[in-house]
């Protein structure tokens, strides 16, 4: 790194090394300085790349909804290929994937920023930053523009958040100077960074996808995007695993605000972990019945035994809709009580603008989720 910003900075051989300035918001917010062996700028062709677009149809009839995600399959493709879109709105399109096989190309979203949940496998997120390793239970925030690709080690099962906005940690976890208060349920070492990898001094044509809002390209660069020779600043992608998070536990039931993990305009995101339960001698572990009348609330089951809800399994999804009450399916709190603590791992989305339903979502929905409140007739 040259000692000062916006200064020559020479290669061995004598040429300069190209800075780029990575800035989000124009030049107003987070950013980042990277020094490239070459320029990022040298394009050699740009193409159609032809995404078909997102078929959303409404939530209507409006009611709760289980969708069986696992159904969902793509086999043998990569992390972007194989993403399957199942809800969205204008803030975020939340899709499933299954990336069997590296990436043969980079991918760049300039729409907003990307939030991987890897509910299972592990590999390598490869970007201008470096090497970011990934493994179950990680949560890997990518910022809008990065520039990467998902090499897997073993199949990978991931939830796909992309937004339009900026994903940041909740406000009401940070100081007046940005770093996380002692109450957070995390703390700034739990949070891991790319490792810088020696550049890779290659020209050639190298494919990078571009999407940004329903536009799409193909560019062919001259200079591999991992050219890089240093960076600095706070804009990068990073990971947080769940087993990281020190979820806030109380006397009485804590509502999800409590388990809250990042936020993003639209949207706000919390982890349900492994924990202890409430510890009042006469609490119920099982949350209360309740009816988010102005959110979409959209959980995904990881893995333990999930004990307020009926007939979900691993990668579930179930989508309880603004306005339509829902809470422990029959026999769940009864169950429950006495219990000391769960094992259970569930993430989970709401949505502040209503969600509507992709084709691949309907297919694998579960259509009598709805009813599975009812109480079976005593004799
Ligand atoms: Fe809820």
């Given at each position: 790194?040259?000692h000062?910003?916006h200064?020559?900075?020479r290669?061995p051989?004598?040429?300069?090394y190209?800075?780029?300035?990575?800035?989000t918001?124009?030049f107003?917010?987070?950013?980042?300085?990277?020094?490239?062996?070459?320029p990022?700028?040298a394009?050699l062709?740009v193409r159609?790349w032809?995404?078909?677009?997102?078929?959303?149809?409404?939530?209507?009839?409006?009611?709760?909804?289980?969708f069986?995600?696992?159904?969902v399959?793509?086999?043998g493709?990569?992390?972007?290929?194989?993403r399957?879109?199942?809800?969205?709105?204008?803030?975020?399109?939340?899709?499933?994937?299954?990336?069997?096989r590296?990436?043969?190309?980079?991918?760049?979203n300039t729409g907003?920023?990307?939030?991987?949940?890897i509910?299972s496998g592990?590999?390598i997120?490869?970007?201008q930053f470096?090497?970011?390793?990934?493994?179950?239970h990680?949560y890997l925030?990518i910022?809008?523009?990065?520039?990467y690709?998902?090499?897997p080690a073993?199949?990978?099962?991931?939830l796909?958040?992309?937004?339009t906005?900026?994903?940041?940690?909740?406000?009401?976890y940070r100081n007046?100077?940005?770093?996380?208060?002692?109450?957070?349920p995390?703390?700034?070492?739990?949070?891991?960074?790319?490792m810088?990898?020696p550049?890779?001094?290659?020209?050639g044509?190298y494919?990078?996808?571009?999407t940004?809002?329903?536009?799409?390209?193909?560019?062919?660069?001259?200079?591999?995007?991992c050219?890089?020779?240093?960076w600095d600043g706070y804009?990068?992608?990073?990971?947080?695993?769940?087993?990281e998070f020190?979820?806030?536990?109380?006397k009485?039931?804590?509502?999800?605000p409590?388990?809250?993990t990042f936020?993003?305009?639209g949207?706000?995101?919390?982890?349900?972990?492994?924990?202890?339960?409430?510890?009042?001698?006469?609490a119920?572990?099982?949350?209360?019945n309740?009816?988010?009348?102005?959110?979409?609330e959209?959980l995904y089951?990881?893995?333990?035994?999930?004990?307020?809800?009926?007939?979900?399994?691993e990668?579930?999804?179930?989508?309880?809709?603004s306005?339509?009450p829902?809470g422990?399916?029959p026999?769940?709190?009864?169950?429950?009580?006495?219990?000391t603590?769960t094992d259970e791992?569930?993430?989970?989305?709401?949505?502040f603008?209503p969600?509507?339903?992709?084709?691949?979502?309907?297919?694998?929905?579960?259509p009598?989720?709805?009813?599975?409140?009812?109480?079976?007739?005593?004799?």
């Amino acid at each position: 790194m040259p000692h000062k910003r916006h200064i020559q900075f020479r290669r061995p051989d004598g040429g300069l090394y190209a800075e780029e300035l990575f800035s989000t918001k124009g030049f107003e917010s987070v950013y980042s300085l990277i020094y490239h062996l070459r320029p990022p700028t040298a394009t050699l062709d740009v193409r159609p790349w032809e995404r078909p677009p997102i078929r959303f149809s409404p939530n209507d009839p409006l009611r709760n909804r289980h969708f069986k995600t696992p159904q969902v399959a793509r086999d043998g493709e990569d992390a972007i290929e194989s993403r399957a879109p199942l809800l969205g709105n204008d803030d975020v399109v939340l899709s499933i994937a299954n990336a069997q096989r590296p990436m043969e190309y980079f991918y760049r979203n300039t729409g907003g920023d990307e939030l991987l949940f890897i509910h299972s496998g592990a590999g390598i997120l490869e970007s201008q930053f470096g090497e970011l390793a990934y493994r179950p239970h990680d949560y890997l925030v990518i910022p809008t523009g990065t520039t990467y690709r998902i090499v897997p080690a073993s199949p990978t099962r991931m939830l796909v958040h992309e937004m339009t906005g900026t994903i940041t940690l909740p406000r009401k976890y940070r100081n007046e100077f940005g770093q996380l208060e002692e109450h957070a349920p995390y703390y700034e070492r739990d949070f891991r960074a790319p490792m810088l990898k020696p550049p890779v001094e290659a020209q050639g044509e190298y494919e990078v996808r571009v999407t940004s809002g329903g536009r799409h390209a193909i560019y062919v660069v001259q200079n591999h995007p991992c050219d890089v020779v240093g960076w600095d600043g706070y804009c990068y992608p990073y990971a947080f695993n769940l087993e990281e998070f020190a979820p806030i536990t109380g006397k009485l039931h804590q509502p999800p605000p409590a388990h809250a993990t990042f936020e993003a305009p639209g949207a706000a995101f919390c982890a349900f972990v492994p924990r202890m339960f409430d510890y009042h001698p006469l609490a119920i572990p099982v949350p209360y019945n309740h009816s988010s009348v102005d959110c979409d609330e959209v959980l995904y089951y990881v893995s333990g035994n999930f004990m307020s809800r009926r007939g979900v399994e691993e990668g579930s999804i179930t989508l309880h809709s603004s306005g339509a009450p829902h809470g422990p399916q029959p026999g769940a709190v009864e169950s429950s009580l006495g219990k000391t603590s769960t094992d259970e791992i569930a993430v989970m989305v709401d949505t502040f603008k209503p969600l509507l339903l992709a084709e691949a979502a309907i297919a694998c929905e579960d259509p009598s989720y709805f009813r599975s409140w009812i109480e079976a007739p005593t004799a």
